[in-house]
């Protein structure tokens, strides 16, 4: 991101991007529930070319006991890219910028879960990338809000995002790898579903204050829709164990 020179035609004459998109066209979103035994949930999410895995384990007593909240529970959630995740081979281990989005992401979980109601305890969520196409904080925060669902913990909302960004001088929804590569600004947002409160944004380039108002407006619409495809995913889970139980 921040408008590094290309020989690309980001936008083509037809106003089409890259991928064939519309500016304000999301890429394929598929989320599936229950990929890891022994999780107490788990989801993977497929998003334009990303793949990520969300797990949930707990809540669990804290530990050590000097991390422990008598409030509430602490959600810890660890986010990290495979080192073959990207074309170029990364660094194993933890970064400057995978301990950030886990901040950032543990922050926004923490807004959407009831965690009043389990004190002294954590909540560990890791997000494993193993296929990076742009988007993965907001990718992996989907999907971990889906996983925390299927977990069975208590939810105050559901948290989804989507990014939107500039690139070529328009505004457009859901940045693919060269968009976010050589645009001019990028701009995620997570918020709960139900409420609409924002529980992450961050912005990367600039925008005037009526691009900025658009791209809320693309993303406010995307989240309706990303919400669906959660909520579709859990649905499908139930309805596997409806089918599990009415077999027996």
């Not at 050589?182 to 709960?192: K, M, R, T, V, Y």
Request: net charge negative.
């Amino acid at each position: 991101m921040g408008g590094a020179k290309t020989d690309l035609k980001l936008i083509d004459e037809n106003g089409l991007r890259l991928d064939g998109r519309s500016p304000n066209e999301l890429r394929p979103i598929k989320i599936q529930t229950d990929v890891l035994d022994n999780a107490d949930g788990s989801a993977m999410i497929e998003w334009g070319g990303n793949k990520i895995i969300a797990s949930v384990y707990g809540p669990r007593e804290a530990y050590p006991k000097h991390t422990q909240n008598m409030d509430m529970a602490v959600v810890k959630a660890r986010y990290n890219m495979a080192a073959f995740s990207v074309d170029e081979r990364k660094r194993p281990g933890p970064d400057r910028r995978s301990i950030e989005i886990s901040k950032v992401v543990s922050e926004a979980l923490q807004t959407a879960i009831l965690a009043e109601q389990f004190p002294r305890t954590q909540i560990d969520v890791f997000i494993e990338v193993l296929q990076a196409d742009a988007g993965t904080r907001i990718a992996g925060l989907t999907a971990s809000a889906v996983a925390l669902a299927a977990a069975g913990i208590p939810m105050r909302d559901m948290v989804a995002g989507c990014t939107a960004g500039k690139v070529a001088g328009q505004i457009v929804l859901d940045l693919g790898k060269e968009e976010d590569n050589f645009g001019e600004a990028d701009l995620p947002i997570a918020q709960l579903v139900k409420s609409g409160k924002i529980v992450l944004m961050q912005m990367d380039g600039d925008l005037s204050v009526e691009e900025f108002n658009k791209a809320t407006e693309m993303i406010d619409d995307a989240i309706k829709r990303i919400s669906e495809i959660q909520r579709e995913a859990l649905a499908g889970k139930y309805r596997d164990i409806a089918l599990e139980e009415g077999g027996e």
